[in-house]
């Protein structure tokens, strides 16, 4: 077990997946509902959102290999996308876009597959990490579960959060949740980055 590398795995996709930027639309997407409503609707949206994200991470690299995209390019341009993402969450454009999805979902509407599971938990940039990090697991299949158990994890981590999203969200405020949004975007930029260096050592490309 690699211990470096599913902390590495952790912190990646909990920036990508952002729990935390994710709780308030939450609270907005499930406003007026009963207390058993929201869980069953948090409970089914992170469900969904593992089946997603597990189908994605086992069979995207044999998807990319049908259509002829090698996995370092696939990193390199997966790195730039997460880069882009990165940009969003600190200049706000990530939150912004969520909250006009947020504003045309109706009262009666169930938001648990969409928008809760597909965009918000996987996303494009979930499903692209999820593809990159199946490809640097050394430890075979052992490590590919292992690594499906983090990303578990960390949509464990949005369900806890949905559990306790109204008091969280009284605590935190707008500029708190701000705050963290702008530090988890200057990681995930920092994590992008790492991304393009390995896709292009990965294709044989030497620095200068």
């Known amino acids: 077990m690699d211990w470096g590398y599913l902390v590495t795995a952790f912190v990646t996709l909990f920036v990508i997946i952002e729990p935390i930027g994710i709780t308030p639309l939450f609270i907005a997407l499930t406003r007026g509902m009963t207390p058993t409503r929201r869980r069953v609707i948090g409970a089914r949206a992170c469900l969904v959102a593992i089946g997603i994200l597990t189908a994605f991470g086992l069979l995207g690299e044999a998807i990319l290999h049908f259509v002829g995209i090698s996995i370092p390019a696939f990193r390199i341009s997966g790195g730039i996308l997460l880069f882009l993402t990165a940009l969003d969450m600190l200049f706000e454009r990530r939150t912004q876009r969520r909250e006009g999805q947020v504003a045309h979902e109706e009262e009666d509407h169930d938001p648990s597959v969409f928008p809760l599971a597909m965009p918000l938990l996987a996303g494009p940039g979930a499903l ?30 949005a369900f806890v959060l949905f559990q306790f999203a109204a008091p969280l969200d009284r605590v935190l405020g707008r500029t708190g949740n701000n ?13 992008s980055v790492q991304f393009v260096i390995d896709g292009i050592k990965a294709s044989g490309m030497m620095f200068g």
Do not use: F, N, P, S
């Open 128 to 157: 692209t990490t999820m593809i990159l990090l199946v490809g640097q697991v050394k430890d075979g299949w052992v490590g590919v579960i292992e690594l499906h158990l983090v990303m578990v994890a960390v949509v464990g981590c």
């Open 179 to 191: 705050v963290i949004t702008r530090l988890l975007g200057m990681l995930l930029a920092a994590l």
